[in-house]
T-cell receptor, first 116, second 120 residues
Framework: AQKVTQAQTEISVVEKEDVTLDCVYE???????LFWYKQPPSGELVFLIR??????QNEISGRYSWNFQKSTSSFNFTITASQVVDSAVYFC?????????????FGSGTKLNVKP | GAVVSQHPSRVICKSGTSVKIECRSL??????MFWYRQFPKKSLMLMAT?????????EQGVEKDKFLINHASLTLSTLTVTSAHPEDSSFYIC????????????????FGPGTRLTVL
């Protein structure tokens, strides 16, 4: 079974629109971490956010915001007023161990196309 | 901070040759490094976890004799694709995690820019 599901394969929006990327995860651990990474066309994964399982506060960083809902096992990512530079593939990832550097379970990624 | 480099960024080689890819953590010591493979328009597939000074742990289905990993220091891990074949052509990405003494974010992985391997 997929531990991290990103159901949206590809999304296209027009610049300045808001867009939400969905991420649903599955784990039996009580301690886990969730991540979002951005992969622009150049290929390098850029770290965006890390959220631990005990902190359900939503986070906002500029135009980016994240909504962590343990009740629905979701960790959604919203870009407000999207820009062309936001075009990339976005990956959600789950890590199930705090100190043991266990492997990341990556979602399949969502490709975001922001058109001018 | 937390910059990871990879070299080379792109390599083209003939079938049967071996290719070495380096992964370096530039401004931190990485107890653990990871090697991933990514096919076009696909997600990252973990190949192996590499701890400094010990043997790498390979994921199921990954041939350890074909993909040799060496983690000789806290800032350098290498992946050698031995006797490369066209089916080994892919985008290889490494990542590094901070050591346990680094405090917060020890589990966050920082990724290198990737190496595109083409085997002719």
């Amino acid at each position: 079974a997929q531990k991290v599901t990103q159901a949206q394969t590809e999304i296209s929006v027009v610049e300045k629109e808001d867009v939400t990327l969905d991420c649903v995860y599955e784990t039996r651990d009580t301690t886990y971490y969730l991540f979002w990474y951005k992969q622009p066309p150049s290929g390098e994964l850029v770290f965006l956010i890390r959220r631990n399982s005990f902190d359900e506060q939503n986070e906002i960083s500029g135009r980016y915001s994240w909504n962590f809902q343990k009740s629905t096992s979701s960790f959604n990512f919203t870009i407000t007023a999207s820009q062309v530079v936001d075009s990339a593939v976005y990956f959600c990832a789950l890590s199930e161990a705090l100190w043991n550097f266990n492997k990341f379970y990556f979602g399949s990624g969502t490709k975001l196309n922001v058109k001018p | 901070g937390a910059v990871v480099s990879q070299h080379p960024s792109r390599v083209i080689c003939k079938s049967g040759t071996s290719v070495k890819i380096e992964c370096r953590s530039l401004d931190f010591q990485a107890t653990t490094m990871f090697w991933y493979r990514q096919f076009p328009k696909k997600s990252l597939m973990l190949m192996a976890t590499s701890n400094e000074g010990s043997k790498a742990t390979y994921e199921q289905g990954v041939e350890k004799d074909k993909f040799l990993i060496n983690h000789a220091s806290l800032t350098l891990s290498t992946l050698t694709v031995t006797s490369a074949h066209p089916e080994d052509s892919s985008f290889y990405i490494c990542s590094a995690a901070l050591g346990p003494l680094a405090g917060a974010n020890t589990d966050t992985q920082y990724f290198g820019p990737g190496t595109r391997l083409t085997v002719l």
